[in-house]
């Protein structure tokens, strides 16, 4: 199994461009979840998925960000318009119930840093 | 509210075991994790252990559960520099699927 793959790895872009983050969980699972790592406030769950529905987005920081799944093998989030403040590493992680409620792989993450 | 606190920095000789510690207040906490982030790298469950458990192990990996206190460690045996990482210490409850991880202990680890 591939696990999970992100893309891009790296991405660097201006002030008030929109970026897309890129998320392909593993094959059968049926949770995704985003996150996003700095160091000053360590690792927030942004957003997660059941089935491909939002189950819980009250980590979403504000409007500009937003999260789609159209499909059980993708994901997106988007940050419409960036600010420097966004850049930090985001991961997706994907989970199947049954094995343990919180059994999460996670993906390779995505640097992002908004200048 | 749900909170999971660890220790931001731990140093040990190569050799020497290694124990992070970890509290949370969740009292409906059932699953307890430890995973590992190398840089660079996403986060790796390492293992993880049962509310019903007071320990488990899993060859040099030594994770103790205090329930009553809320306290969790993480013993490593015989650390080695490929130990060097950061240590996320997490909870979730059956019926829930939203994890809450601790802010991570970062482990040097000297030769």
Redesign the interface.
């Known amino acids: 199994d591939a696990g999970?793959i992100q893309s891009p790895r790296h991405e660097v872009t201006e002030m008030g461009q929109e970026v897309t983050l890129r998320c392909k969980p593993i094959s059968g699972h049926d949770?995704l979840f985003w996150y996003r790592q700095t160091m000053m406030r360590?690792?927030e769950?942004l957003i997660?998925f059941?089935n491909n529905v939002p189950?819980?987005d009250s980590g979403m920081p504000e409007d500009r960000f937003s999260a789609k799944m159209p499909n059980a093998s993708f994901s997106t989030l988007k940050i419409q318009p960036s600010e420097p403040r966004d850049s930090a590493v985001y991961?997706c992680?994907s989970?199947v119930?049954g094995q343990?409620?919180?059994?999460?792989?996670?993906?390779?993450?995505t640097r992002l840093t908004v200048t | 509210g749900e909170d999971v606190e660890q220790s931001l920095f731990l140093s040990v000789r190569e050799g020497d075991s290694s124990v992070i510690n970890c509290t949370y207040t969740d009292s409906s906490s059932?699953?307890l994790?430890w995973y590992k982030q190398e840089p660079?790298?996403?986060?790796?469950?390492l293992t993880?252990i049962f509310s019903n458990m007071d320990m488990k192990q899993d060859q040099r990996l030594t994770v103790l559960l205090n329930k009553k206190d809320k306290h969790l460690s993480l013993r490593i045996a015989d650390t080695q520099t490929g130990d060097s990482a950061i240590y996320?210490c997490?909870?979730?409850?059956?019926?829930?699927?939203?994890?809450i991880?601790?802010?991570?202990t970062r482990l040097f680890v000297k030769a």
């Open positions: 999970v949770y360590g690792l769950l997660y059941n189950i819980d991961f992680a989970s119930r343990g409620a919180g059994e999460q792989y996670f993906g390779p993450g | 059932t699953y994790y660079g790298a996403g986060l790796q469950l993880y996320f997490a909870e979730s409850r059956t019926g829930g699927f939203k994890t991880f601790g802010a991570g």
